[in-house]
């Protein structure tokens, strides 16, 4: 996609004096220069243009309030210029990936008064000897070069980050492990209650089955005594019945 194309989209209807972020990663610059960036993004405060094919700052706007620009994976040899003119408040560049190679490329940054990180990874620079040290001479404004200061520690937004990810991390397994200890109870709680419960339940069978068995016991001996009585009547009667039967014999 061509650079003037991707700044149409991405202002999304907006007027540029109200982008303040602005990413044009990936597009193309027909002859290596930047085409659609004007003056009118005055607000303009971070701007990205990675890998876009350019040869040349030569045609970067005026942008008073741009505080980080990324250009790193393009062709840019030289002419720093610009930016020390355009840029006057850049606090963060990123030239990694480019083409510069010496040392006095690098002068024009010292106008560049509030920059503050620079980072040259992936240029031929680095590996000239004494490269760090010869850089924080030069640039004495810059503090960290390619994330680290003069004393090999770590740009303290980076660690920040770090921090926060871990402690994160930390207080969310916390939390999780307190959370999985609380359901262990509820399923220890839960299983203990299970067994009383069922065990009760089967108490309560049980000696229901021996309350019937209690009753069934109970009315069987009632019906043999009953049994035993209806016997005895009938062997009491049938002696009356023969006593009758003698008397009458004897007349």
């Not at 990324?70 to 850049?90: M, P, R, V, Y």
């Amino acid at each position: 996609m061509e650079m003037k194309k991707r700044i149409s989209l991405e202002l999304r209807n907006r007027t540029p004096a109200e982008v303040a972020e602005l990413v044009m990663d990936n597009c193309r610059s027909s002859d290596g220069e930047i085409e659609g960036l004007t003056d009118e993004f005055k607000e303009l405060e971070f701007l990205s243009m990675v890998n876009v094919g350019l040869t040349s700052l030569a045609k970067l706007p005026t942008l008073p309030k741009l505080r980080k620009l990324e250009l790193s994976d393009n062709n840019i040899s030289g002419a720093l210029e610009t930016l020390a003119e355009k840029c006057a408040n850049l606090t963060y560049l990123n030239l990694s990936g480019n083409k510069i190679k010496e040392l006095s490329t690098l002068e024009a940054l010292q106008n560049l008064k509030n920059l503050k990180s620079l980072d040259l990874f992936n240029c031929e620079i680095t590996t000239l000897e004494d490269y760090r040290e010869s850089i924080f001479e030069l640039l004495p404004q810059v503090t960290y070069l390619d994330g680290f200061d003069a004393e090999d520690n770590e740009a303290p937004d980076s660690e920040a980050d770090d921090d926060d990810d871990d402690e994160d991390g930390e207080e969310g397994a916390g939390q999780l492990g307190e959370y999985e200890e609380e359901e262990e109870e509820e399923d220890e709680e839960g299983s203990e209650g299970g067994e009383v419960g069922l065990s009760y339940l089967m108490k309560e069978d049980i000696q229901d089955e021996e309350d019937d068995d209690d009753y069934v016991e109970e009315e069987e001996e009632e019906g043999e005594e009953e049994s035993a009585e209806v016997r005895g009547e009938k062997r009491k009667r049938a002696a009356e019945d023969e006593g009758e039967d003698d008397d009458e014999d004897d007349d």
